[in-house]
């Protein structure tokens, strides 16, 4: 199943580096991809001109097969602005009170449009596209077989791996509770969809006939093999890949990760009104009351610019250091060579188990 799905994605591993919207890199992709798995750009936060440009410095690094990740919204949000006054005067008190010069703005438009973002992939053709959030129309996907590009859906629940298949998804990922970053949830309330891999997997793949990849705590190849054993056709890992150092997240953020426990890593809706799975840190405990409430994108929009200015101030603490369960198990090395050892450990750990 494994070596039958990476054949179609054309790549040699049945590894992905998953799509990261902020944190990953043309290098980053680049390397993953040239080393035989398939390297994800995460394009959620992307306008689509900066979508065609970063596909263009992939390709510029190599020619093996790489996918684009979008998050399938509406083009079009409404805020209530009374809130966002409230929040944003809160939130730079906050920044104020941390010693960091800083202040919230809002944005011409709180998200890029999904639409146009969905036109930029289709022209830069990559050899899959992945999307997490919900799922695409009939339409989208004709324009994507006709071009030949893989879909990759994301799924919580059962439910949304039917849903995907349904829609005529080539794959799909299957994200465990354990996951790090956004919840893809779209069908359920993010709580009840907190479903632990070991569960999600075998339920998933007796639902489908399409093949499933495993995300969420992923961090070597014992755990790969182990997804296998489970029905996963491909692992898909986020967090192992923050401490490259292709991988654009911030320096303190990437220290951080090997000092994380289990525990301090929450589900939250702090930085960005979704809910998301990441460090537990300083801003999250000092989150004011106002800004609680306000949805995604725009809690997300309106903290983009504290994310930065504490990244560069090299405060961890306040900025979103997104992460899944296992985080502790980083290794931070260049992405080529971590590639190479999390496939030397998976073939490592089925020879040790067929004797
Ligand atoms: C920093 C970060 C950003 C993420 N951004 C995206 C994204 O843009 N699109 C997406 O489909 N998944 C995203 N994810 C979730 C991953 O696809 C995957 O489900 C998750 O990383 C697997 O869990 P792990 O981090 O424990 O390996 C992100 C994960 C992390 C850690």
Same mark, same amino acid.
């Given at each position: 199943?494994?070596?039958?799905?990476?054949?179609?994605?054309?790549?040699?591993?049945?590894?992905?580096?998953?799509?990261?919207?902020? !944190?990953?890199?043309?290098?980053?992709?680049?390397?993953?991809?040239?080393?035989?798995?398939?390297?994800?750009?995460?394009?959620?936060?992307?306008?689509?001109?900066?979508?065609?440009?970063?596909?263009?410095?992939?390709?510029?690094?190599?020619?093996?097969?790489?996918?684009? #990740?979008?998050?399938?919204?509406?083009?079009?949000?409404?805020?209530?602005?009374?809130?966002?006054?409230?929040?944003?005067?809160?939130?730079?008190?906050?920044?104020?009170?941390?010693?960091?010069?800083?202040?919230?703005?809002?944005?011409?438009?709180?998200?890029?449009?999904?639409?146009?973002?969905?036109?930029?992939?289709?022209?830069?053709?990559?050899?899959?596209?992945?999307?997490?959030?919900?799922?695409?129309?009939?339409?989208?996907?004709?324009?994507?077989?006709?071009?030949?590009?893989?879909?990759?859906?994301?799924?919580?629940?059962?439910?949304?791996?039917?849903?995907?298949?349904?829609?005529?998804?080539?794959?799909?990922?299957?994200?465990?509770?354990?996951?790090?970053?956004?919840?893809?949830?779209?069908?359920?309330?993010?709580?009840?969809?907190?479903?632990?891999?070991?569960?999600?997997?075998?339920?998933?793949?007796?639902?489908?006939?399409?093949?499933?990849?495993?995300?969420?705590?992923?961090?070597?190849?014992?755990?790969?093999?182990?997804?296998?054993?489970?029905?996963?056709?491909?692992?898909?890992?986020?967090?192992?890949?923050?401490?490259?150092?292709?991988?654009?997240?911030?320096?303190?953020?990437?220290?951080?990760?090997?000092?994380?426990?289990?525990?301090?890593?929450?589900?939250?809706?702090?930085?960005? #009104?979704?809910?998301?799975?990441?460090?537990?840190?300083?801003?999250?405990?000092?989150?004011?009351?106002?800004?609680?409430?306000?949805?995604?994108?725009?809690?997300?929009?309106?903290?983009?610019?504290?994310?930065?200015?504490?990244?560069?101030?090299?405060?961890?603490?306040?900025? !979103?250091?997104?992460?899944?369960?296992?985080?502790?198990?980083?290794?931070?090395?260049?992405?080529?060579?971590?590639?190479?050892?999390?496939?030397?450990?998976?073939?490592?750990?089925?020879?040790?188990?067929?004797?």
């Amino acid at each position: 199943m494994s070596a039958s799905f990476a054949s179609r994605l054309g790549i040699e591993h049945p590894l992905i580096q998953a799509p990261m919207a902020g !944190s990953t890199s043309p290098a980053l992709v680049a390397a993953v991809s040239n080393a035989g798995a398939l390297g994800s750009l995460g394009a959620g936060y992307l306008e689509p001109q900066a979508i065609l440009d970063q596909a263009a410095q992939i390709r510029a690094l190599g020619d093996r097969p790489y996918a684009i #990740g979008l998050f399938v919204l509406p083009d079009e949000f409404e805020a209530d602005m009374a809130a966002v006054a409230r929040a944003r005067e809160q939130l730079d008190a906050l920044m104020a009170r941390e010693g960091i010069d800083v202040r919230t703005r809002v944005p011409a438009r709180w998200a890029p449009r999904f639409s146009e973002q969905f036109a930029a992939l289709c022209e830069a053709r990559p050899a899959v596209a992945s999307f997490a959030f919900g799922v695409i129309d009939p339409a989208q996907r004709r324009e994507l077989r006709r071009r030949d590009i893989v879909v990759i859906g994301t799924a919580t629940t059962v439910a949304e791996a039917r849903a995907w298949a349904d829609a005529g998804a080539d794959a799909v990922s299957l994200q465990g509770a354990e996951a790090g970053g956004h919840r893809g949830t779209f069908l359920h309330e993010p709580e009840d969809a907190m479903i632990g891999l070991f569960a999600l997997l075998p339920l998933a793949a007796r639902a489908v006939d399409i093949p499933v990849i495993a995300a969420g705590g992923i961090m070597d190849g014992r755990g790969m093999l182990a997804a296998e054993v489970l029905g996963a056709a491909a692992s898909q890992l986020g967090t192992a890949f923050l401490a490259c150092p292709e991988c654009p997240a911030a320096e303190a953020w990437k220290q951080d990760l090997p000092r994380v426990e289990e525990h301090q890593v929450a589900t939250i809706r702090s930085f960005s #009104g979704r809910a998301a799975r990441g460090l537990r840190n300083r801003f999250v405990e000092a989150m004011p009351q106002a800004a609680q409430g306000l949805p995604y994108p725009v809690l997300n929009a309106l903290t983009a610019p504290l994310r930065r200015a504490a990244a560069a101030a090299g405060r961890g603490d306040l900025l !979103s250091e997104w992460c899944g369960q296992a985080a502790a198990m980083v290794r931070p090395q260049p992405a080529a060579e971590l590639v190479a050892r999390l496939m030397h450990e998976y073939r490592m750990a089925k020879r040790s188990l067929a004797h």
